[in-house]
């Protein structure tokens, strides 16, 4: 059971609570053994946090995930894992991820709250409502990046990044709908009701609009962002942004891929490596003046 448990908790995927550390990170306090260390704590609660969510969520679509080619094979669907069980281990996760979040402090305990209010509603019902259901992925990781923000208290922390983060998960989200529709094909409708309301053409203008909006943001928080350095040099980042991008969409619509975005940046080579470089050169561009200096 526990083997099954664990899978069912998706370690995998806390790969993405890693934008907890953008508030620690591009506030210039990552240096700081105090606040790195709290944002470690909060990427621990987080992880715990949506693991108790993927539990929730296996729970509910249990029966239309045995449907699915892929999904079935989740330890609650496949019937590895009993309900009770993963009930329980659900309720335990939350309670001790969410009385750790208010011991951290009652900024950062009340967004994992609403974080976990949020991703129920999700599971129960909002995954069902056309664009609004990316729209909400996309909300749960802007809370995870205000969350970070509220465990190290920033003081320069570029609103034009909450955007970016929007705009990012929303690209993810949205291609991770195309995956579901190409994959799924006429059997789409008894998976997710908002399957039924979209469309390769309208998932695609959906990708490039996102897409351009994305790349202008980050553009434009590279060079007003108030805690970077007057030179600009923020703006180097933008060549690994922007190769980044394209070799997402190069996966999704060259190699088919797009489904789990955790699979596709940890699988593919090329796309670490521009991760690498991009955090190398931020990390020297918002450091160096502190460490040169």
């Not at 659900?90 to 949020?118: I, K, N, Q, R």
């Not at 259901?133 to 320069?156: K, S, W, Y």
């Amino acid at each position: 059971m526990l083997p099954a448990l664990l899978r069912a908790m998706r370690p995998r995927q806390w790969s993405k609570n890693v934008f907890v550390f953008a508030g620690v990170f591009f506030d210039g306090r990552a240096l700081d053994a105090m606040r790195l260390g709290r944002s470690l704590a909060a990427f621990v609660i987080f992880c715990l946090l949506s693991s108790a969510v993927y539990l929730i969520n296996d729970l509910v679509d249990a029966d239309k995930d045995r449907q699915h080619p892929t999904k079935r094979h989740r330890p609650i669907a496949s019937g590895a894992l009993a309900p009770s069980p993963a009930i329980v281990a659900a309720v335990l996760l939350v309670a001790v991820s969410l009385g750790s979040a208010f011991v951290l402090g009652w900024p950062f305990g009340l967004v994992s709250l609403a974080y976990l209010l949020l991703m129920i509603a999700y599971s129960f019902y909002l995954k069902n409502l056309v664009i609004l259901d990316v729209m909400i992925i996309a909300t749960g990781f802007v809370l995870r990046v205000f969350a970070g923000t509220a465990a190290v208290q920033v003081t320069r922390f570029s609103p034009w990044l909450y955007v970016c983060s929007t705009l990012l998960a929303l690209f993810i989200a949205i291609n991770k709908r195309r995956e579901e529709l190409l994959l799924l094909a006429d059997e789409a409708d008894n998976h997710r009701t908002s399957l039924r309301e979209y469309n390769l053409e309208f998932l695609d203008t959906m990708t490039s609009l996102v897409t351009a909006t994305l790349l202008a943001s980050y553009s434009f928080y590279t060079f007003s962002a108030p805690n970077l350095p007057a030179d600009h040099s923020m703006m180097f980042t933008i060549p690994f942004v922007l190769y980044g991008i394209f070799r997402y969409l190069y996966l999704v619509h060259g190699r088919g891929l797009g489904g789990a975005p955790e699979d596709i940046v940890l699988g593919d080579k090329p796309l670490l490596i521009t991760l690498a470089l991009w955090a190398l050169t931020a990390g020297i561009v918002i450091y160096g003046p502190t460490l040169w200096g």
